[in-house]
């Protein structure tokens, strides 16, 4: 194998040359970056010299590696990276104990963070720089995500399911910054998830846990290599009955693939399926959270995700020069979700025995169009349950092309590449009447409404959405000293949407957004343990299907369900800055790394989900100006033989920079229901600061302890983005776990997450004081308008892990 094929191997291996033989190695170095060891071609001697003089020292330079592009072989020297440098290793994975990718990710990525908007750990938000990747639809998207180099943002809403990434896979996570090759939606970076397959992970491993809150997890994987064949599996299954009421939890997934590798070529056929199923509680108002940590407001509030996927992946080796990578690939998704709510729906003051919509005048209308009579009791309190349907198939390819030859006698890595991707999706939505319980739950009626409101504003929706998404990238990193890289570039992407209303032709139209994203940056190595990085780079986002459908003010929908009839959005457009430090220096104990760095991103004609300031529940999606979020990133990872630490921290700045007048249930909004934004007003839901830290330490060799620690400070409530209510407090939260190795196969092991048992809330928004009584006041009024979501109580787990 050539040393150019070490080089572009996969971002998730690690491979050292001894003896002319090829050995899997331990990412255990304290970044945890993968690295290449490379033995340069043997050095000719002219006859006749001495035998002293033939044997020549051959050095030996070890490279870590980062991608820097969608596919494999675009990984490059991190040294040469003019971006911050964020990866998590399948280790980092396994040390949370969690079948959750987000758990590992909050603990190692300093700028990340974790809120638990929907009410179920596997639902969270992340935000990362103050732009989010979320299961939630109606979140303005931020992130771009992509598994082993196929972009998986939802085609409806660019949602990002964390919940259906098999976790016991994973071989790697990179959080990449500041390069546009990763397509739309990378305005705050690129979550770059590399799968484990047989060539890199060999054996069999069964991890059994249990604990606090009904939880119980199993998960299998094997993997073995068969000459230059091999074989991978992965299955995973988990019920957890939640800390809340109706937040049970059900996660099914398998992951597998089957490779060839010979002569530097290589080719992997995966596939994954899951079907999970989610309580999601979200918020609830902070007065029954006094009186009971596990309450809920309205409900039912589930969630069901399927997903199945298929990719054909390849990497030739074309000349010692040239390595072509391509990607063919579908994916099947499918969701089912039912929320109770408040309605806008109410007996008509002229005449109870008829329902009116609103204002109590306008006919709430049943599917025929006729004005609904009123089939429940006086003194009812009515909500509807609104069920929504998504149903997306995407399929696609990428190709793409990497070249190491020399440019004017210096080193030079350039890689060019195109993707397409085309999805089709089904979205309906539907909502039932029916009455609220004092335990806050809705039971259906059977009776449904239709179009109603005026301007129309509810009933049922059945639309068809198709996706083009076309990218061409090409990126060029030029030695030009020994220790000055740089690296310039961009990509072009066209986005092209269509909506098609299946019943009417209100929702009917067609979008296309086009933009080129340049990026430069240079690195320079100080020394051989130091490396300064500085980078610009511009990246876009195309609004989606979902936002096209509710962008109209004067007809607000119900966020997420009930489309109708609107103006068009723009892209968004972001600019980031970013450059640091980053360092590594041997010690007289271990070894530490480290790293500095600051950025600033600009965000024009943003988008935000605005409230509506009359009808409770019920919204639309607006370009909102300019926006920034910039900070300041600081790691450092402390490791020798025996023990390990690692501590961070993270500044986010995150503001509007124009005036604005919002839509808002905040107590301080005008007589309208609104608010006004002044340029320098935070943006909600993203805190200043965040402190991590984390140890571990082997009291003997089958003997292990560790912990860990994450302080986030305050942040405004959703909603308040004038910056008039009292923030979320801060809060800090304590792990500590421990494992004892039996023999060669068995471990056991336990954790204890919140050890303190502290009661904190990681998301907070304003609900309508009035839509529905304090049943457990006795029926009174809620005074407080806060809405929060709370994190889980202590918890206690330990488990069985046995590895052949």
Partial sequence: MSVRALLVASVAVAFVIEGGQIHAQDNSNVTNLPKVEVEPPQTSVKPGRSSAERQVVRPVRRIYIYPTAPLTSAANDADKVPASINYVDSNDIKRTGSLNVTDALQQNVAGLNISDVAGNPFQANVEFRGFVGSPVSGTPQGLAVYQNGVRINEAFGDTVNWDLIPTAAIK???????????????????VDVRMKDGFNYHGAEIDTMGGSFGRIQSSLQWGKQIGDWAVYGALEGLHDNGFRNFSQSDVRRFYGDIGYRNDGNEFHLNMGFADNNFGATATVPIELLQQ???????????????????NLTGKVEATPTWTIDGIVHVRAFSQQVQDGNPTGTRPCVADATLLCFGDGSTPANGLNGMQLSNPFPAGAILGEIDRTTTASTTGGFSLQATNTDQLFGHDNRFVVGTSFDASVTHFTASAELGTIGTNYVVSGSGIFLGQSGNPVSIGPVALRTTNQYTGLYALDTFDVTKAFAITVGGRFNDARISLQDEIGTALNGNETFDRFNPIIGGTYKITSGLTAYAGYSEANRAPTPLELGCANPAMPCIIAAFLVSDPPLKEVVSRTYEAGFRGSRDLSFGTLE?????????????????????????????????????????????????WQFRASYAFIDARF??????????????????????????????????????????ITDAFKVGGDA?????????????????QLPSYAVFNVHASYQIDKTYQVYGRIDNIFDNRYATYGTFFDTNALPNFANGGAAFTDARSLSPARPRAFYAGLKATF
Avoid at 172 to 187: D, K, Y
Avoid at 292 to 310: I, K
Avoid at 691 to 698: E, H, L, T, V
Avoid at 712 to 721: E, F, I, K, T, W
């Fill in 710 to 726: 994450l302080f986030v400070s305050s942040q405004y409530l959703v909603g308040d983005a004038s910056n008039q209510a009292p």
């Fill in 292 to 310: 009971y940590w596990g309450a809920t407001y309205t409900t039912p509030q589930t969630t069901a995700n399927q997903v199945g996927y298929l």
């Fill in 172 to 190: 790697s996570v990179s959080v990449v910054t500041n390069n546009p090759a990763f397509g739309l939606n990378a305005l705050g970076g690129a």
């Fill in 594 to 642: 480290w790293k500095f760095g600051g950025f600033r991103a600009t965000n024009t004609d943003d988008i935000l989900a605005i409230p509506d300031p009359v009808l409770q529940g019920f919204g639309f999606f607006q370009n909102v100006g300019s926006t920034r979020r910039q900070g300041i990133e600081a790691e450092a990872n402390v490791k020798s033989s025996r």
């Fill in 657 to 698: 920079l124009d005036s604005l007048q919002l839509g808002s249930n905040s107590p301080f909004a005008d007589a309208n229901g609104n608010i006004q934004v002044s340029p320098g007003n935070v943006i909600p839901a993203i805190p200043r600061h965040r402190i991590k830290a984390g140890f571990d330490y082997s």
